[in-house]
Each structure stands twice: as C-alpha cells, then as structure tokens.
C-alpha cells in the first residue's frame, strides 16, 4: 500500500511551463513504477508518461515527447512532471499513479493499483 498526493498544480498562460509533484508514503517510493495521467473535462483518462524504478527510463505519449519530463527522487520519495510550452489543451486534473512489480513501463490504466486524488492544471489562450 502506498499513498499519493499530487501538487504543483495551477493556472499558467499558454507556452507558460508547470511542475507537478507526487509524494508517496506508506511504501518506499523506490519498489513501484510509477506514471502521470490526466484527464480533461469530458473525455477519459489518457496517459501521459512513465518511468522506471531507478529514473532510468522513461516513456511519453507520442503528442507530448519534447514538451514533458518525468522524473523521481527517491530519496525524497516524490515524482516530479515537468511541462513545458504548454497548450490550451493540457488543461485537465493530472494523477499520479503506481504500480507494485514489472519489469519496463506501463502505459494504461489498469497497469496500475494506485493513485493519487490529483491537481488541477489550466492553461489559457
């Protein structure tokens, strides 16, 4: 069992940049993969991006590689999401979630048993 709770959240102007934080207690942050989704108003939840246990690899959606950067702090127990050059169509909450085991990445939803309650993020024009 671990907890999540995401932070970093807010509203920024287009081509603006936001970092969003996920600390984790009850488990060592260490032992899960871990990913970003985010979900806009009115569609489902998609995924955003991944990384392994030690930050040695990581995986993005193919529409935002270039503009985002996940990356972990273990020692801190704390995923960070770095957006940059954001777009009117990011505005969504963004969750973090976590995942027990595995041997790569993991990129949709079921992959995962844990999550956070996530942060707001509003881009405007």
């Known amino acids: 069992q671990v907890q999540l709770v995401e932070s970093g959240g807010g509203l920024v102007q287009a081509g603006g940049s936001l970092r969003l934080s996920c600390a984790a207690s009850g488990r060592t942050l260490s032992w899960y993969f871990m990913g970003w989704f985010r979900q806009a108003p009115g569609k489902e939840r998609e995924f955003v991006a991944a990384?392994?246990?030690?930050?040695?690899?990581?995986y993005y959606a193919d529409s935002l590689k270039g503009r985002f950067t996940i990356s972990r702090d273990n020692a801190e127990n704390t995923v960070y999401l770095q957006m940059n050059s954001l777009k009117p169509e990011d505005t969504a909450v963004y969750y973090c979630?976590?995942?027990?085991?595995?041997?790569?990445?993991?990129?949709?939803?079921?992959?995962?048993?844990?999550w956070g309650q996530g942060t707001q993020v509003t881009v405007s024009s």
């Open positions: 979630a976590a995942r027990l085991g595995g041997s790569s990445y993991y990129t949709t939803i079921p992959e995962y048993s844990y």
């Open positions: 990384i392994t246990r030690s930050g040695g690899n990581t």
